[in-house]
């Protein structure tokens, strides 16, 4: 059981360029988000799904496409990487919506946009 | 909307002593509290939560208890250890759009 995967673990990108970044759970879980994280801010939410064919946006979207085209995994894609996005990105998952339940992370993505 | 806010730190502390992170929070609704914690270069991992009032969440000596006339849940450990030098998230949940946090607390146990 290999929990919530990422890849890459570090990026770097020049300012303009696209990327998507990989999010993988084998835990059957049918929510699925996206956050970042920078120094001082904690983490902040992206985007999440509560099942297949489902997305919505969280506090901080701008600049950041998802889809979530199996319950497995949830891609995140950036259309024009920007030196503001530089941050570290945490993928999560849990088994529903309803709040009693925790978020598993996955090992983060390092990005850095120069 | 919703908020947590908590100590910032870093806070330093000597072997075997008492710890105390402050977490308060502002939420509509009956939302569950968790505490995570990030190790270097890691991500997170849940350390404990509590999912109603007076509810006690506790793991590896660590507690906090749900406090809804206070709107708090700080975190406390009897005696800490070097090993326990990281990074304290409180967090809640209110429902599907996912985790509010804290701004995270660094915690510095030395020898």
């Known amino acids: 059981n290999a929990g919530v995967t990422q890849t890459p673990k570090f990026q770097v990108l020049k300012t303009g360029q696209s990327m998507t970044l990989q999010c993988a759970q084998d835990m059957n879980h049918e929510y699925m988000s996206w956050y970042r994280q920078d120094p001082g801010m904690g983490l902040r939410l992206i985007h999440y799904?509560?099942?297949?064919?489902?997305?919505d946006q969280g506090e901080v979207p701008n600049g950041y496409n998802v889809s979530r085209s199996t319950t497995e995994d949830f891609p995140l894609r950036l259309l024009s990487a920007a030196p503001s996005q530089t941050s570290v990105y945490f993928c999560?998952?849990?088994?529903?919506?309803?709040?009693?339940?925790?978020?598993?992370f996955g090992p983060g993505t390092r990005l850095t946009v120069l | 909307g919703n908020s947590v806010t908590q100590m910032e730190g870093p806070v330093t502390l000597s072997e075997e002593a008492f710890l105390t992170i402050n977490c308060t929070y502002t939420?509509?609704?009956?939302?569950?509290l968790f505490w995570y914690v990030q190790y270097p270069g890691e991500g997170l991992q849940l350390l404990l939560k509590?999912?109603?009032?007076?509810d006690k969440g506790s793991n590896k000596g660590f507690e906090a208890t749900y406090r809804k006339e206070t709107t708090s849940f700080h975190l406390e450990k009897g005696s800490v250890q070097v090993s326990d030098s990281a990074v304290y998230f409180c967090?809640?949940?209110?429902?599907?759009?996912?985790?509010?946090f804290g701004k995270g607390t660094h915690l510095i146990i030395q020898p």
């Open positions: 799904s509560v099942g297949a064919g489902i997305t």
């Open positions: 967090a809640l949940r209110g429902g599907a759009d996912g985790l509010t």
């Open positions: 939420a509509t609704g009956y939302p569950s």
């Open positions: 509590a999912t109603k009032a007076d």
């Open positions: 999560a998952s849990s088994s529903s919506r309803d709040r009693v339940n925790e978020q598993f």
